[in-house]
């Protein structure tokens, strides 16, 4: 029987043993690597782009000879006005992309001895640097879709008498929201968060190429494709796969996001859930790869990401 990936060596290329031995001059070397590596790690202005630069070593700061600008290795970036030193903000990214169902912020705060706030925060700017790789990607070939809905429990009334079918809409509380997946078969995919499965439909069509091959559910909204893209349908209460169509890559990334829900962070639901989505969809494509490519993968990421608008002002309650 063949050994899974994950526990193979070839899975494991980093360690917390090897980030906390390297130091702090090497996890800032690193840094600078991930954020210049068409220089080398040679400083770069990032206001005017002029190459020629020179080092405030007291204070790891470079200085622009052209426009006078000082910046850091963050500067411009998602790790703007950053407060931990680069040997926890690299262990950070480890601990979270070693997590096969994801990590809880909880866990990072205790992992690295930083507030609660402080590690949701990071691990919801490490998956919005980790969002950029999907950015304006279009899906082709052949693609699975599939839509599943989170949030929204309705708690049952404790007298039997007093319960209701929540089922239906008015025993609704207004809160579930519905993940929509589209699959590309041997590459990547995509999530979309909407009010009902219905709504993906339209982002079907916004980001999946003419020509594509279709598979998808009974529901009735996937109806619609029919007139866009040729289209298999497969009935679930007859089969997992019949006469060639079926949705089993869509369904297991939904096995990830409930794991990780039901296991790892318990609520999902509401304004993070294209958060998590987003997530584990990266997860999902990159589940081969080692964690110390992983690792390399979200620290690019960060480092060519612009200051988050969204979690700049958690601390002032503008998230």
């Not at 290329?13 to 996890?27: I, N, P, R, Y």
Request: include cysteine; aromatic fraction near 10%; hydrophobic fraction near 40%.
């Amino acid at each position: 029987m063949a050994q899974h990936f994950l526990l193979s060596a070839q899975a494991r290329t980093l360690s917390l043993k090897t980030v906390f031995k390297m130091g702090e001059d090497a996890a800032y070397e690193a840094f600078r690597q991930m954020r210049w590596p068409e220089t080398e790690g040679e400083a770069v202005c990032p206001q005017c782009g002029c190459p020629d630069t020179y080092n405030i070593t007291s204070r790891r700061r470079f200085k622009c000879v052209a426009c006078y600008h000082q910046f850091s290795v963050t500067s411009g970036t998602i790790f703007a006005s950053r407060k931990l030193p680069f040997t926890d903000l690299l262990a950070a990214i480890v601990i979270f992309v070693n997590g096969a169902k994801g990590v809880s912020a909880l866990q990072v705060s205790r992992d690295l001895d930083v507030q609660y706030k402080t590690a949701f925060v990071l691990s919801h700017k490490l998956r919005e640097a980790m969002a950029l790789e999907d950015a304006g990607q279009r899906l082709s070939g052949t693609v699975e879709v599939d839509g599943a809905y989170f949030g929204g429990y309705v708690k049952p009334a404790n007298r039997k008498a007093d319960r209701v079918d929540r089922r239906t809409l008015l025993a609704q509380n207004g809160k579930r929201q519905s993940v929509i997946v589209i699959r590309q078969r041997g590459g990547d995919m995509l999530t979309f968060v909407g009010k009902g499965e219905a709504a993906g439909v339209a982002h079907v069509a916004a980001v999946v190429e003419p020509g594509t091959v279709v598979h998808a559910d009974e529901a009735s909204h996937w109806d619609a494709l029919h007139a866009r893209y040729e289209t298999f349908r497969i009935n679930h209460s007859e089969a997992y796969a019949l006469d060639g169509a079926c949705t089993n890559q869509a369904e297991s990334f939904f096995s990830r996001l409930r794991r990780s829900e039901i296991g790892v962070h318990h609520h999902v639901a509401g304004p993070y859930l294209n958060a998590y989505a987003g997530e584990m969809a990266w997860r999902e494509d990159n589940r081969r790869q080692p964690n110390g490519t992983q690792a390399a993968m979200v620290t690019r990421a960060a480092m060519v990401s612009l200051v988050s608008r969204k979690w700049a002002g958690y601390w002032q309650r503008a998230a």
